[in-house]
């Protein structure tokens, strides 16, 4: 691992200004440390393509159990040159040490990996943050958010979205776990949406059938719309054609997504004081599409398991204690989103918008 070089002390250097933009942001919050502790670098012979190039970015929170084939599933299933940056976000386990150790013995191996960062933070910075501080490595022409709970086993995924972004030149990001309205999903949304996929709700009535779940047919603005495996008892099942649409939304989320790098830059990122865990991609989403931007759902067959997520394990005070100061970080600089729930709404403006997505379904076939 390389711990000393000129390209690490300009980045510590851009570090230390987000922090310091951060507390611009917040009125005086401060964020903990953040140190590069280093990287893994290869030189690269060949000329790569712009359009072929990916960064992945993964926020660590105490993923010593699965780290390691979370990256191996990674590597293996992407035929693209890979950038990865890691950040471990106040890691109290071996994460750190086991993906330092896997690198060690096998960065070599996987020709299409350029380099790999390793950031370690002080305290907790939550997934915005932790995305934004690794936004700032970011060369490459598309960004991912990928969890480090996320096995990407999907071989064609990344080349199928980037059959999308070609089509489509003012996309922001697809994500390949779901699509959303902006609004909060109401009671009469959901009745709907049940109707829909009936044929999934019934299958979990009955313990004896298959364990596949389907999408069904896609109204755009109704609901939650895509992955609702619970692995790894119960799976997604895509047709082929359902696997070769994008299908448009108000908002993607995490599981992954691939952005567009130089719009992901433009918004500046995600909201990180209003948004530290959970619905900072959502903001995104709503902001961009103020400026015109779209984003969409693609199938792919990545999973996680539950019990491996990291907002589903014991917080410890410390954790605790750092949520509670994000919290009132949150309430006291609401986003765009927050703003938008606030204002009134009635049933009319419902009725109508349900029947203008009712009219317009909104998918994009490569």
């Known amino acids: 691992m390389i711990t000393d070089s000129e390209e690490i002390l300009y980045f510590q250097d851009k570090i230390e200004e987000y922090r310091n933009d951060f507390a611009n942001r917040s009125h005086g919050a401060k964020l903990p440390s953040i140190e590069l502790k280093g990287k893994f670098e290869k030189y690269v012979i060949k000329e790569v393509s712009d359009s072929e190039q990916f960064f992945i970015s993964m926020p660590v929170k105490n993923q010593e159990e ?12 992407s035929e693209f040159t890979l950038v990865i940056g890691l950040v471990f976000d106040n890691c109290k386990d071996q994460s750190f040490q086991k993906c330092k150790l896997f690198f060690e013995n096998s960065f070599q191996s996987y020709p299409n990996l350029i380099s790999v960062y390793f950031l370690e933070s002080e305290s907790d910075l939550f997934e915005s943050t932790c995305e934004n501080i690794l936004l700032l490595f970011c ?59 009936m044929d999934n709700y019934l ?40 696997l070769n649409k994008l299908y448009i939304g108000d908002a993607i989320i995490r599981g992954p997504i691939i952005w567009n790098t130089d719009i992901l830059q433009e918004l500046n990122g995600f909201n990180d004081v209003a948004y530290y865990l959970g619905r900072d991609d959502c903001d ?12 969409g759902f693609m199938p ?53 918008s349900m029947r203008k997505n009712i009219i317009n379904q909104k998918t994009i076939s490569l």
């Open 66 to 77: 699965i780290i390691e084939e979370v990256i191996m599933t990674l590597l293996e299933n």
């Open 139 to 197: 060369k490459e022409k598309y960004f991912i958010s990928l969890q480090a709970d996320i096995l990407l086993t999907d071989k064609t995924f990344l080349r199928r979205c980037l059959k999308a972004f070609n089509k489509v030149p003012n996309l922001l990001g697809i994500s390949g776990r779901a699509v959303l309205p902006f609004r909060k999903i109401t009671r009469i949304q959901n009745v709907f949406t049940k109707i829909l996929r």
């Open 203 to 242: 299958k979990n009535l009955f313990s004896n059938s298959e364990n596949n779940r389907v999408l069904g047919p896609y109204i755009h603005g109704l609901g939650y719309f895509g992955d609702i495996s619970d692995m790894p008892s119960i799976k997604m099942k895509y047709t082929t054609n359902q």
């Open 284 to 295: 995104l989403c709503f902001r961009a599409n103020r400026l015109g931007y779209i984003v």
């Open 300 to 352: 792919t067959s990545s999973y996680s398991v539950p019990r491996w997520g990291t907002t589903r394990k014991p917080r410890t005070k410390e954790v605790e204690h750092c949520i509670a100061v994000r919290d009132l970080l949150a309430i006291s600089n609401p986003g765009a989103l927050t703003l938008e729930w606030s204002r009134k709404r009635n049933l009319l403006d419902f009725l109508n």
